[in-house]
């Protein structure tokens, strides 16, 4: 809404001392109070943005519970350590290349060439609180590789393979599927893939086969544990060491999965078919996403619950936590373009096709010590192909304007269109990062710089390679804090 001056003076009237001073002066006021909405608007949207950036943050806390308790306690503080490094290398890679490289448009639809050390930001497009969003994103990507390769790979590894995975390989990825310029993304809608482009909304490919199918590379390469497999191939158990920290992990990764499904809606403060004063606007859609993701982790959580207790006769908590992570990364993709029902759905099938991995990974004498190449890559796929049979036609218009009636779920009544764009979303992050990450672990594998001497790993990378455990016992007087264990007395 706009005030006119030529409008507003008639009405004032022919007794007005000075018509055009008085309707420039309430038309002023207007104009202020508007602008002052505008600013509260553009306030609000940050601060969602900002809130669920830390939110996504805080899944590092989680990656870094859940990875510690996941290995051995001779290898506690190497895990922790790799974290922090995660998230430490990621900040300034992400901030000199990978932002340029995702977001920096206008660009061709490969890669983009704006932005570099966030040059020229903030921008009508683009302010501080972005960066900080894709950040938090591009680092879990690097946590999820970490996972894979952990208890046998050396520290300058770690250094190189984030740095590249932040920095590039990732950026890449999110330029295709997200940038408005990207050549598969639903924002290009000049030049939509199949006439809908790729609804991959939060990252079940972009984020989480990304970093499952780097990590994949980097544990083929490297073989698995020592003690792993015995001499005749069959798969030996090497368990974490803490299943509370797991627990821990797990809820708070949990916890910030509300800013990485709900939060990439970038802002909030939004209506609906240009209808303002009323109950639903995207509002609306960020509770129904958060209510997605909740229905189908918990799906899969008891899915795997019993699944498992079926194939192995255990009750088993890490297996519970892992199923329901595989079907957080699975609806990621569709979350905010599904009726909630069919979350149920997709947590049913991310906790079979987690299993089903596992069975190939023990089969082919794969070894990853937090399954993260199954979970997030088998998972992540998987949520791809759901989004393309379910995503309600209503909810695509809504959370991608610019062309309505756009194809969307199969099974939605929306044809195959979608379907095929999301199979070449698939194909296009497998061939790129093994054309990317496949050779960078291949080369550090023959310089020596990939995996820890035998020796080292039999005793524990916190020894040979960190100056101590992670845990101090009486039994190591020198290693400083004792904790004394004080036996059960009997009573005579």
Known sequence: MSCSVDQLAPFLGPNSTDAVAAATYICNQFTGVSN????????????????????????????????????????????????????????LFYYLFGFAFAWGGPSNGFIGHHFFGLKKIPSESFDYSNFLYQWAFAIAAAGITSGSIAERTQFVAYLIYSSFLTGFVYPVVSHWFWSPDGWASPGNASNLLFGSGVIDFAGSGVVHMVGGIAGFYGALIEGPRIGRFDHTGRAVSLR???????????????????????????????????????????????????????????????????????????????????????????????????????????????????????????????????????LHGGCGAWGIIFTALFAKGSYVDQVYPGKPGRPHGLFMGGGGKLLGAHVIQILVIFG???????????????FKLLRISSDDEMAGMDLTRHGGFAYYHEDDPKQGMQMRRIEPTISS
């Open 240 to 374: 974490g060491h803490s299943a509370s920290l797991v627990v821990l992990g797990t809820f708070l990764l949990w916890f910030g999965w509300y800013g990485f499904n709900p939060g990439s809606f970038n802002k909030i403060l939004l209506t609906y078919d240009g209808v303002s004063g009323g109950y639903y606007g995207q509002w609306s859609a960020v509770g129904r996403t958060a209510v997605t993701t909740t229905l189908a982790g918990c799906t899969a959580a008891l899915t795997t619950l019993f699944g498992k207790r079926i194939l192995s006769g255990h009750w088993n908590v890490t297996d519970v936590c892992n199923g329901l992570l595989g079907g957080f990364a699975a609806i990621t993709a569709g979350c905010s373009v599904v009726e909630p029902w069919a979350a149920i759905i997709c947590g049913f099938v991310a906790a079979l096709v987690l299993i089903g991995c596992n069975m190939l990974a023990e089969k082919f004498r794969y070894d990853d010590p937090l399954e993260a190449a199954q």
């Open 36 to 91: 002052k909405f505008i600013d509260t608007g553009y306030a609000i949207d940050s601060t969602y943005l900002l809130f669920s950036a830390y939110l996504v943050f805080s899944m590092q806390l989680g990656f870094a519970m859940l990875c510690a308790g996941s290995v051995r306690a001779k290898n506690t503080m190497n895990i922790m350590l790799t974290n922090v490094l995660d998230a430490a290398a990621g900040g």
């Open 432 to 446: 790129w990062v093994t054309a990317t990450m496949g050779p960078l672990f291949y080369i550090l594998h023959k």
